[in-house]
């Protein structure tokens, strides 16, 4: 166990003097900026590609079980240099922060972003979680989804990322499995309520977060709305 808490210290320590030093260009505002005009580029490379190759598209190769809006990702070696002159200076390829990807791929596809930062919280939170060989689960919200006692791993606060959306600190959540997801509850509360539509319970509404945005719910449960049209998690 000793051996495992200070291999686990280390491994920390290591991220986070890569997170601050191994990408020096990620730090550039142009690097870090979903600009429009780029998101817009890659979506007509995407087109073009698409109508040339008869249908097929520039992504890269998952399993079938990867999340939804991370299943997709763009292959920049297929569209760059003949259908895109460069590829984005913010996207992940290039050494920047984000991962484009495709969403409704079988009807119209269209490019999405997520920020890969969000990935490196969840993996150092994860080392974290394995030197103490359990996760210190401290509430059920859900069937199968729990909060963390982040005190048990060592930090003084609770760990929130960044939304995409609001701009506000968005809690994180784990199940049984350890496996860990970002809870999009307060962005789709507030999606719910400017909303006209009529959404069933049962139905995944994440999409309401892409339609109308750059960016994908990236690392999230599948979330539907209760007798009060307030979004919870859809758990089985």
Wanted: glycine residues 6%; aromatic residues 12%; contains cysteine.
């Amino acid at each position: 166990m000793k051996r495992i808490g200070i291999t686990a210290f280390l491994l920390i320590i290591t991220m986070s003097l890569l997170s601050g030093c191994l990408y020096p260009e990620e730090e550039l505002s142009q690097n870090q900026i979903p600009y429009e005009t780029q998101v817009k580029a890659v979506q007509e490379a995407v087109e073009a590609y698409q109508k040339d190759q008869g249908g097929l598209l520039p992504i890269k190769t998952r399993d079938q079980d990867t999340p939804i809006y991370q299943k997709y990702p763009i292959d920049f070696r297929k569209l760059s240099p003949r259908y895109l002159p460069e590829i984005p200076g913010n996207a992940f390829e290039n050494g920047g922060i984000f991962q484009y990807v495709l969403v409704n791929v079988e009807d119209k596809p269209e490019v999405k972003i997520f920020d890969l930062r969000i990935a490196e919280q969840i993996r150092e939170l994860k080392i974290r979680i394995q030197a103490q060989d359990y996760p210190p689960f401290k509430k059920e919200v859900a069937n199968n989804v729990y909060t963390l006692n982040y005190k048990e791993l060592g930090y003084e606060e609770e760990v929130y990322v960044n939304s995409p959306y609001s701009n506000k600190n968005l809690p994180l959540v784990i199940n049984g499995d350890g496996e860990i997801f970002v809870d999009y509850s307060m962005d789709l509360f507030e999606k719910l309520e400017s909303s006209k539509g009529e959404w069933e319970r049962g139905e995944d509404i994440r999409d309401m977060l892409v339609d109308g945005t750059y960016f994908v719910p990236a690392y999230s449960l599948p979330y539907t709305v209760d007798e009060n049209n307030e979004p919870v998690f859809m758990t089985k």
